[in-house]
Structure formats: C-alpha cells, structure tokens
C-alpha cells in the first residue's frame, strides 16, 4: 500500500468553503481511480513548532503504486490538483508531498 502524504499552506482568504469544495474534489477521484482507497483531511494539531507554515494536510492511500500512478496522470486528478494548487500561498511552493511505501519493513 502507498500512503500519499500531501501538506498545503492555504491563503489567508481561501475560506473553509473553498477548502472543502477542494477535499470534495479529491474525495470523488474515487470513483473514477482503480485502486484509490481511503482520503482523509485535516487541519495541522501538532503542538511541535515545525509544521514550516504548512496549515492542512490530507493522506491518500493506494492499493499499489500502479494505482498511485494512474492517479498522478489521471485528467480528473489534474483538475482537482490545478484547483487545490491555485488556492496554495506560492502555488506549488505551497505544497509538499511525501509518498510512503507501507508495505515495506
């Protein structure tokens, strides 16, 4: 399984309408991406002061890195993408993503 890490630094003015518009989006590449399981969202709780001004994160899994892959490529994740990143402080430099392997030891 690959768990997709995405962390995001968000506008001051994208509101928590648009930011859940943007999780909506991503949520529904569920249906449209083979191997493409749970989504999950939320706003950063750490009490630790490293977060770099990272505000929210979600984490994809993936059946496969097969899976992961089609979804890097697929036109609805491209879309969904465009819209997350143009809401991001510095567009892609408001975004950082990290992809574990779990089934590795």
Known sequence: MI???VFVKF???VGAGERKAIHADLEALRQVIDGM???KFS???SPEPFA???SHGFTIDFRDAAARDAYLVHEAHQGAGARLVAALEGG???L???DLDLTKK
């Open 96 to 98: 950082m993503v990290f």
């Open 11 to 13: 506008r001051n003015e």
């Open 43 to 45: 706003a950063n709780v």
């Open 52 to 54: 770099r001004g990272f």
């Open 92 to 94: 892609a430099d408001g």
């Open 37 to 39: 399981d749970a989504v």
């Open 3 to 5: 768990r997709h890490c």
